[in-house]
């Protein structure tokens, strides 16, 4: 096929360049921006209000959208969510409930772990759902309901722009669910629709950190071990972050739900392991920033990733302090993914790797 790097040094960088677009391309697909509303470009074979339960699974950067989508599935529709790696859904034999929803979620639709829980899912009489980028992929042939991204050909190994547009997708699809089960009324729904239809824009605006990023990234490239954390969507979005560091600069990284940081990572903390806060003005916001104390009282260096309020009201020192834009707290995640890929691509360029082509790491696990 036909692929070219335009401008850029690397796919991987084109790719998060390209994401006020795609996410704009994919957003129009499934919002009426005049009437404020969501409209899925599909019919459902079910109705959100009779789901008792929806169960996802996915891998790699794809499992991660998933699951920023279950506190969204949680918080607006009132869904009780599971979620898994494929690779162990496909073998636990879960107890699915029949007429229930599994949604999947895969850039490519071939990922065979992915695949095999879609066929057990299938088997135990669920109402398929996948979001994929590719509409012709066995996947997409195979569910009872294609819900597509518009990210167009990703060619980078490390999942970017995919992966804000699978943010994008499943937020559509909380909110509708949230419509559906009368948890989400009209005004609020309004609400949120306007914040969407505010992310491409926002996404433009946080790309303007890159060069203060790609400074940082020389400090973070001297470092063995980086670590990640967050609360709420920002605890996988720190999982993501870890991801993508370790797959393209081969620095050990790991990502961390902030508030375990006393039960385990808290004995690492020196200061030559970065620690990497993201960590938007939400209602968790204070939570975490006692976590930043924790850090900063054991003389670890922090890098805060925040917005203009978050970065007001923390008065910590920290290594380098990250400023988004203001947005509304439920669309952060897709804004705060682009900050993490910029560090890690930086980082990654700045040690000479092959960030499009990681060793041992494959676009598409096509075999198990
Ligand atoms: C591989 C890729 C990742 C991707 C994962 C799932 O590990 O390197 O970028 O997130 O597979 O792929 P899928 O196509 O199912 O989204």
């Known amino acids: 096929f036909m692929a070219d790097k335009g401008n850029f040094r690397h796919f991987m960088a084109k790719e998060i360049h390209e994401q006020p677009e795609v996410v704009g391309r994919t957003l129009a ?36 959208a998933g699951l920023i989508s279950k506190y969204w599935f949680e918080r607006l529709a009132r869904i009780p969510v599971e979620i898994d790696v494929a690779s162990e859904f ?25 695949l095999a829980s879609l066929r057990y899912a299938s088997a135990e009489k669920q109402h398929t759902l996948s979001v994929v980028n ?50 989400l009324s009209a005004e609020a729904e309004k609400e949120l629709v306007d914040a969407l239809i505010g992310v491409p824009g926002l996404l433009s605006e946080a790309m303007k950190r890159e060069h203060q990023i790609e ?4 400090e973070l490239s001297k470092a063995q071990d980086v670590l990640y954390l967050g ?10 972050g870890a991801l993508k560091l370790k797959e393209i600069s081969y620095i050990h990284a790991e990502g961390y739900a902030a508030g375990e940081l006393k039960h385990g990572p808290i004995a690492l903390i020196d200061e030559t392991m970065p620690v990497i806060v993201i960590a938007p003005h939400d209602h968790i916001f204070e ?42 707290p439920i669309i952060a995640p897709i804004l705060h993914a682009v900050p993490i ?19 041992n790491l494959a676009k598409s696990v096509t075999v198990e």
């Open 215 to 218: 400074i940082l990234s020389r």
């Open 287 to 328: 939570k975490t920033v006692s976590n930043m104390q924790e850090v900063a009282a054991r003389g670890g260096r922090i890098v805060l990733i925040t917005d203009e309020k978050g970065a007001l009201e923390t008065g910590l020192d920290t290594m380098a302090t990250i400023v988004m834009p203001s947005a509304h």
């Open 134 to 183: 590719v509409p012709t992929s066995t996947m997409a042939r195979e569910s009872n309901v294609i819900a597509q991204t518009l990210a167009g050909v990703e060619v980078g190994v490390a999942s970017t722009k995919a992966f804000t547009c699978q943010l994008t997708v499943l937020l559509t699809l909380a909110i509708a669910a949230g419509r559906a089960r009368g948890t």
């Open 29 to 64: 697909h499934y919002v009426n921006f005049s009437a404020g509303r969501v409209e899925l470009p599909f019919a459902l074979p079910f109705d959100f209000k009779d789901l008792k339960r929806i169960s996802i699974s996915a891998c790699g950067t794809a499992y991660l």
């Open 341 to 359: 890929q910029l560090l890690a691509y930086h980082t990654a360029v700045f040690m000479g790797k092959d960030v499009d082509q990681p060793r």
């Open 231 to 240: 609360r709420g969507t920002s605890y996988p979005l720190a999982l993501e």
């Open 90 to 114: 496909r073998y636990r034999e879960a107890p699915l409930e029949p007429g229930s929803l599994a949604l999947f979620v895969s850039q490519s639709g071939e990922t065979a772990d992915t």
